[in-house]
């Protein structure tokens, strides 16, 4: 126990024999580790807040379905004529920050051209507490709760059938009971998503219009779209399928996992570039203390209580570092929470279009308890790994070595 008091009280005063470069040493690795855990918390809450952002426009959480509403091969592709009911969901508090629609593939003809998209029939009273669909009206106005046989378009659809706020366009499609659906419906907003692909392919009305037109048994419905995002686990419900949106969208979440890893790697590579100043640093210093190496062999220390030595105080001045540098990125993190980061700040001041929808998020930093961990022992591993060349280095060239 006295050796290794020696030990730590040796390493510990050769800390203070080069103040300014054990300082400089610790900033480095600290500033380093503090930067990590700010970006893998900014990484993850941007993802998030993004993807929450992008969700609650429109897609939802997760969808609760018919089983065989969503082709397993391709959820793009689905069955029009497998519907749901609410009797079917045994959990009730799923209905409360979940919408129901109906959807039809149809035909919308305006004054130059017949084009295909799809109506989605809303509860316009729910989407409007848990979307922010309404948001992305920039012309005319949302649909009316108390209205009736009411559209409103994209703007490039739009555009390309050419109708304009208050007119009429006629819409065809398959009613469920195997007729021809037809109706004509007012044109009373236009969607702005940012000059995306859904502008050409979304349109929306009453889902009371909607039921009427595809002739729906009474309380029935093909979709239960899921808003509530603090929650991501995913219900089990017997007899009905329920679908993320990873599953509905697999090219966004592709894209979301590679940022998610793609900032591990950036990390990775932060802390070798460090390990490997420090280890430049180390041989350095070690060269520097070569004479003081060689008289402790004189008068006795063995060339393993050398190399415990300076370990111990490589291990020091690593721990010094560490701490500090989750303390920096902690109250980094906690500043990003109550001042959140506009995303706008890395795009050059312009939205982030996503699947089609423009996206403006603040992203708020909520701290990752995993990281705190993760990140130090990632340090401590290069730490390790980088200072046992110079070790060898320098008791290699110790001449009285014993």
């Not at 900014?42 to 969808?63: C, D, I």
């Not at 749901?84 to 799923?94: A, H, M, R, V």
């Not at 236009?190 to 729906?216: K, N, P, S, W, Y």
Request: glycine share 8%; with cysteine; hydrophobic share 45%.
């Amino acid at each position: 126990m006295r050796a290794l008091g020696l030990l730590l009280k040796f390493s510990f005063r050769n800390l203070l024999r080069s103040p300014k470069r054990s300082f400089i040493l610790i900033m480095s690795l600290s500033i380093g580790t503090g930067f990590i855990i700010w970006d893998l918390n900014f990484a993850n809450s941007g993802s998030k807040e993004v993807m929450k952002e992008f969700l609650t426009q429109y897609a939802g959480e997760y969808h609760i379905t018919h089983k065989d509403y969503y082709k397993p091969e391709n959820k793009k592709e689905f069955d029009n004529y497998k519907t749901l009911s609410d009797d079917e969901i045994p959990n009730k508090n799923l209905l409360t920050h979940s919408t129901k629609r109906v959807t039809a593939p149809v035909f919308v003809s305006g004054e130059k051209k017949t084009l295909g998209v799809l109506l989605t029939g809303l509860e316009i009273q729910k989407e409007m507490a848990l979307t922010t669909l309404e948001r992305a009206v920039n012309v005319g106005r949302f649909l009316d709760p108390m209205g009736d046989r009411e559209i409103i378009l994209g703007k490039r659809l739009a555009s390309r059938i050419s109708v304009n706020i208050g007119d009429e366009v006629a819409v065809i499609g398959q009613a469920l009971d195997g007729s021809v659906a037809n109706d004509l419906m007012k044109v009373v907003g236009l969607i702005d998503f940012g000059g995306g692909d859904l502008e050409e392919t979304l349109a929306f009305t009453q889902i009371r219009t909607a039921e009427e037109f595809l002739v729906m048994p009474p309380g029935r419905y093909h979709q239960r779209v899921d808003f509530d995002m603090k929650d991501e686990s995913l219900p089990a419900i017997p007899e009905l399928s329920v679908t993320k949106w990873t599953e509905l969208l697999p090219e966004i979440g592709v894209s979301i996992r590679f940022i998610d890893n793609f900032t591990w790697i950036v990390s990775f590579i932060i802390v070798l570039v460090i390990s490997l100043g420090l280890s430049n640093s180390l041989m350095i210093t070690f060269f520097e203390r070569e004479q003081e190496f060689q008289t402790l062999n004189i008068i006795g220390a063995k060339a393993s209580w050398i190399t415990l030595s300076l370990m111990f105080e490589v291990f020091m001045m690593g721990t010094i570092a560490v701490l500090l540098g989750v303390l920096l990125g902690h109250a980094f993190t906690t500043y990003c929470y109550y001042f959140p980061v506009n995303i706008q700040l890395f795009t050059g001041g312009k939205p982030i279009i996503m699947g089609g929808m423009i996206i403006q998020p603040l992203v708020r930093l909520y701290p990752v308890s995993e990281y705190y961990w993760k990140v130090p022992l990632m340090i401590y591993f290069f730490l390790g790994t980088t200072m046992i060349y110079p070790l060898i280095r320098v008791i290699g060239r110790s001449k009285n070595a014993v």
